[in-house]
């Protein structure tokens, strides 16, 4: 069975850091592109970053250019996204996706971010 599973997630104060990690079971996610995405409550769900076969990335918002950072890890079955400088509004629901020609979904990390 083909799954992604995300984790890292958790409750955070203004300006902290996270890192969420998201996992692939059943195929080698190093040979597919991965975009994390977020839905907050009552929005829609929204792009964040997406990286490359190759390893490079693009960004979705420019909210967040600066802050969050996509990366391959050292195992190949890994993608990470790094956060930092987190604001309220980033609270969220993050989810990873992966491209295998039909979409791959994991089940997605709270991330919320409060004083």
């Known amino acids: 069975q083909l799954k992604l599973v995300e984790s890292g997630g958790g409750s955070v104060q203004p300006g902290e850091s996270l890192r969420l990690s998201c996992a692939a079971s059943?195929?080698?996610?190093?040979?597919?592109?991965v975009k994390w995405f977020r839905q907050a409550p009552g929005n829609e769900r929204e792009g964040v970053l997406c990286?490359?076969?190759?390893?490079?990335?693009?960004n979705y918002a420019e909210s967040l250019k600066g802050r969050f950072t996509i990366s391959k890890g050292n195992t190949k079955n890994t993608v990470y996204l790094q956060m930092n400088s987190l604001k309220p509004e980033d609270t969220a629901v993050y989810y990873c996706?992966?491209?295998?020609?039909?979409?791959?979904w994991g089940r997605g990390t709270q991330v919320t971010v409060s004083s």
């Open positions: 059943g195929f080698t996610l190093d040979n597919y592109a």
């Open positions: 990286i490359s076969k190759s390893g490079g990335s693009t």
């Open positions: 996706w992966g491209n295998l020609g039909s979409d791959i």
